[in-house]
């Protein structure tokens, strides 16, 4: 991301200027052979595609490969798909080479345009459509209206007219069963830093009692655990205390936690300026999401901009809604492989950024910086899930 880009996103009055770039930048694509641009019209602003195929006949594709962005006030995806595809235009990459499989990729950037436009303190900085739905909510309903349970997903408001437009598109594709549908979500949560910070500052004081009440702070322990090779046996190493528990506690001794709480604190200091991350998958996208968060992870490890794990992907079973990863347990539809990335949330509260641009000095180098490792690891992400088949 140029310096620029940055300072358009934390001035509310340019946000509908930096749209209109961008906008801009995705329909300069159009000009590229084998791409295509298309915006869709809803009540809340347009949403850009970006198709690239040889063949748009759905009998003549065998995979289609589908990336979401800014479905939040999250903007890794947005900006990793433009430079994505800035490096198509720039003929670094091969438009021919990663078409050679008949296979058909579809991008979707930024899924919701009123958010991005409106960053409102009441609507989390961007978070909601404009009559307050969360976008992420309704993808199991939209694709997958033979699934029960659909209470569990929280849905107070009709089906948005984002997520129909995305079913129209892949409507030709996905009435072929035998077709391969591939779809990466990108997302960015705060949860990773502040459950790192908040292991940090409590797990000692608290001890045995300490209450682990994310799977994040769980697989922060078990990173430690397995990087320093400290053993424990009482199994499960993280027991609930009753059946409907939202908590875990650790089942290991104070002498133990009190060894995990030293290399945890080595853990933190090691990977203070390194992005955290996880893919995420549904039951049914596991052994396609563990091979390509490998394949990302060991390649970008050489550039040490990644913190360190065992696990650079997790079950996403600890969720209970509808979003893209979930869909694919919830469908009946064969071949159908939904996952998503959980990197650092660069904009929790875009008001707090914009405050904290006016005040510190250093702000911009350390937030481009921020930025553009996650944008990295969005590219590369992109560049290995079009190889991976």
């Known amino acids: 991301m140029k310096l620029e880009t940055l300072k358009y996103l934390l001035d509310i009055e340019k946000r509908q200027l930096l749209f209109n770039k961008i906008l801009d930048i995705f329909r300069d694509f159009n000009n590229l052979e084998h791409v295509y641009f298309k915006l869709f019209e809803t009540s809340e602003g347009y ?18 490969k589908v990336f979401v962005g800014a479905q939040h006030n999250e903007y890794n995806g947005l900006f990793g798909m433009l430079d994505f595809l800035k490096l198509i235009q720039k003929q670094e990459i091969n438009i021919d080479e990663i078409l050679g499989n008949d296979q058909m990729l579809l991008f979707l950037p930024l899924m919701n345009p009123y958010g991005f436009l409106n960053p409102k303190k009441d609507n989390k900085s961007g978070y909601f459509l404009k009559n307050g ?32 437009i995305v079913k129209k598109i892949l409507e030709p594709y996905w009435e072929h069963e035998d077709i391969i549908i591939y779809i990466l979500d990108f997302h960015e ?56 528990a939202n908590l875990t506690h650790i089942q290991l001794s104070m002498k133990q936690l009190d060894t995990v709480y030293e290399k945890l604190l080595d853990y933190i200091s090691n ?59 919830a469908t009946s ?22 405050e904290k641009a006016k005040t510190d000095p250093h702000y911009f180098d350390k937030k481009l910086s921020s930025i553009n490792i996650s944008l990295e690891l969005i590219v590369e992400s992109i560049r290995e899930m079009i190889n991976l088949f």
Not at 284 to 309: H, P
């Open 333 to 354: 539809r064969p071949n159908v492989h939904a996952l998503e990335i959980e990197s650092h949330k660069q904009f929790f509260n875009i008001f707090e950024e914009i």
């Open 189 to 244: 949560t705060s949860l990773l830093q502040r459950d790192l910070s908040d292991l940090g500052q409590n797990l000692h004081k608290e001890s045995i009692t300490y209450k682990f009440d994310h799977i994040y702070k769980e697989m922060i322990i078990l990173n430690v655990l397995k990087l320093y090779n400290i053993p424990y046996y009482r199994k499960p190493l993280f027991k609930t205390c009753g059946r409907d």
């Open 271 to 329: 990977n203070k300026d390194k992005l955290p991350f996880y893919f995420c998958y549904s039951e049914r996208s596991k052994n396609y999401c563990q091979k390509l968060a490998d394949i990302v992870y060991n390649k970008l490890k050489e550039r040490d901009i990644l913190w360190e794990t065992c696990y650079p992907s997790i079950s996403h079973q600890h969720i209970y809604h509808g979003c893209i990863v979930l869909m694919n347990d």
């Open 133 to 164: 739905t969360n976008l992420n909510r309704y993808w199991r309903r939209t694709f997958a209206p033979e699934y029960p349970n659909f209470n569990d997903d929280h849905n107070e408001y009709p089906i948005p007219e984002h997520t129909k």
């Open 47 to 64: 949403i850009p595609s970006i198709t690239i195929c040889k063949h748009l006949n759905s009998t003549e594709v065998k995979h289609v």
